[in-house]
């Protein structure tokens, strides 16, 4: 194989993946001819070293957390002629690097990456950026910002559920208007998810069973604020049907919908919150060739 470009963020996971960056190296260098590093300095490097790069490399592999390789999806699904894409998983949730079946080990990612399975999968797009795992408005929205970066750090997954517990409390629902082909929604609500991967914070729970080949979106409308509704979609294994509640939760699935809320929510798209509704959402089937593990979800 010609080219790999490796773009790390030195400092995801507190520094563990530049530890092992020399080994990284190594490896890369016994299968690719050439090995091009970049360790990132600021936000937006990484996506200008691939639209400067990408045209002549074949793969790029993301090192570092949700945020870099958001960042790194966002750069590469723009351009018209896309080299592959692999994943090094380096921060708390590793959304991304879990849908496509890579290990949370990053020498053991690394192993995976080096034997070269290869997937399309789709990609979301909405009016401003991509997404690969979920975009969200509400509830989700709130559920992020409350949780604080050093519990982040220190309990992983379980600060969501704490965050989650306390945001259910302080809900504040706002007006809807969602339209799609196979579902029309206009009244009040207090969160909107749109699923194009299973993961959301690192826990497999609104769509455990979510696909990232099928070209559609699962989309789910929560109407109320029950407690026990969220709860139990958000600690839920089970099969979509078995929690579905007509009269708190609304799910259905679709490739594209347009939507608008009174008042104007925050976007939380795959845990990045740039944005702001209204917008028009659309899947792109199999928009990114992904090197992934041993199976996907």
């Known amino acids: ?28 260098e016994e299968i690719y001819a050439t090995v091009d590093i970049h360790l990132t300095s600021k936000p937006g490097d990484g996506a200008d070293y ?22 790194l999806i966002n750069a590469l699904s723009a351009l018209d002629k896309r080299p592959k894409f692999a994943i090094i998983p380096g921060g708390t949730a590793n959304d991304f690097s ?35 795992n979920f975009w969200g408005i509400g509830l989700i ?25 306390q945001t259910v409390k302080e809900a ?3 007006h ?36 990232l080949q099928d070209g559609l979106f699962d989309v789910l409308i929560l109407k109320g604020t029950s407690l026990p509704a969220f709860w139990s979609i958000l600690r839920s294994s089970m099969a979509k049907e078995e ?22 929510q925050v976007i939380d798209c795959d845990g990045e919150k740039y944005y702001r509704t209204p917008t028009k959402l659309k899947v792109l089937p199999e928009h990114l060739t992904m090197i992934v593990g041993e199976y996907l979800h």
Request: aromatic content about 8%; charged content about 25%; overall charge negative.
């Open 98 to 132: 879990r849908a496509v079946g890579m290990s949370q080990n990053p020498l053991i990612a690394l192993d995976q990456i080096l034997e070269g399975k290869e997937e399309q999968v789709d990609v979301g797009h909405s009016a401003h950026q991509y997404f690969l």
């Open 243 to 264: 929690w579905f509640n007509e009269e708190e939760v609304i799910h259905f699935q679709t490739s594209e919908l347009t939507l608008d809320c009174d008042p104007v």
């Open 172 to 174: 504040k629902p706002f």
């Open 176 to 211: 809807l208007k969602l339209d799609s082909k196979e579902q029309d929604f206009d009244g009040k609500a207090v969160m909107v998810i749109v699923g194009n991967g299973p993961f959301t914070g690192g826990l497999q729970a609104f769509f455990p069973k979510n696909n």
């Open 141 to 165: 929205t709130q559920v992020s910002e409350n949780i604080e970066s050093n519990k982040k750090d220190i309990l992983g997954k379980l600060s969501y559920y704490m965050s989650a517990a």
């Open 50 to 71: 691939i639209n400067k790069n990408a045209h002549k490399t074949d793969v790029v592999i993301g090192a570092g957390g949700d945020g870099t390789i958001y960042e």
């Open 1 to 28: 194989m010609a080219r790999v470009i490796l773009i790390m963020n030195p400092s995801a996971g507190g520094g563990k993946l530049n530890d092992n960056l020399n080994v990284i190296r190594e490896r890369l």
